[in-house]
């Protein structure tokens, strides 16, 4: 069965350290992966994603993404944390056959980003 | 980038009555557009896809008689919780994909039933 795991519930840094939010998927055929985040009262925004190409993905707000296909990974990173990265964040993934557009998605990961 | 608005942006009803949530694409269209619930701290659980000119797409457990969904137009789903009752209270959020799979969500309506 598809799926999207983040293994971690939260994950807390503190200001100017490097973070990282974990996703593994598991699914057949070649994945589109996703990774969205919500602040507190906030809609859901889009930060990147992973079709093809470089397994290196670049993303809004300083944030990066690298597709793992040996390791079905798409661990989330940047290199130095703001509080006001302080967010809920999700990991979501595509399959890329047929029009179906519907997204799997993991439970999400909160992030608290410590002053 | 893309914008989708929803309305309303909170409600609060008695048990019983039937509510409608808007979802509205401001600047593309949309064949397809997706009804998520959200409870707090928790993952979107995606109730139905919607679809322009044919019947919503339900996931399974979600009762398609309670949720109704109706895709009107290329920038407009509803989705109306018919005789809400307190544990229909949610979050819920719609989408609309643009380009390959990305996804572009509305803030959400907030339902609380008393």
């Known amino acids: 069965a598809q799926s999207v795991a983040q293994p971690e519930d939260q994950v807390n840094v503190a200001e100017g350290n490097p973070l990282t939010v974990k996703c593994t998927y598991s699914v057949s055929g070649n994945p589109y992966l996703f990774w969205y985040v919500q602040y507190p009262n906030r809609g859901l925004q889009f930060l990147l994603k992973y079709i093809t190409g470089d397994n290196l993905v670049k993303g809004s707000y300083g944030f990066e993404a690298e597709f793992n296909k040996s390791q079905t990974s798409f661990h989330l990173k940047k290199p130095s944390a703001l509080v006001s990265d302080s967010a809920l964040y999700f990991c979501a993934v595509r399959l890329d056959a047929g029009n179906n557009r519907k997204l799997i998605w993991g439970l999400g990961t909160s992030l608290a980003v410590n002053p | 980038g893309a914008v989708v608005s929803q309305h309303p942006s909170w409600v609060i009803c008695k048990s019983g009555t039937s509510v409608k949530i808007e979802c509205r694409s401001l600047?593309?269209?949309?064949?397809?557009m997706f009804w998520y619930r959200q409870f707090p701290k928790q993952s979107l659980m995606l109730m139905a896809t919607s679809n322009e000119g044919s019947k919503a797409t339900y996931e399974q457990g979600v009762e398609k008689d309670k949720f109704l969904i109706n895709h009107a137009s290329l920038t407009l789903s509803t989705l109306t919780v018919t005789s809400a009752h307190p544990e229909d209270s949610s979050f819920y959020i719609c989408?609309?994909?643009?380009?390959?799979?990305?996804?572009?969500f509305g803030p959400g309506t907030r339902l609380t039933v008393l």
């Open positions: 600047d593309f269209q949309a064949t397809t």
């Open positions: 989408s609309a994909p643009r380009n390959i799979g990305e996804q572009f």
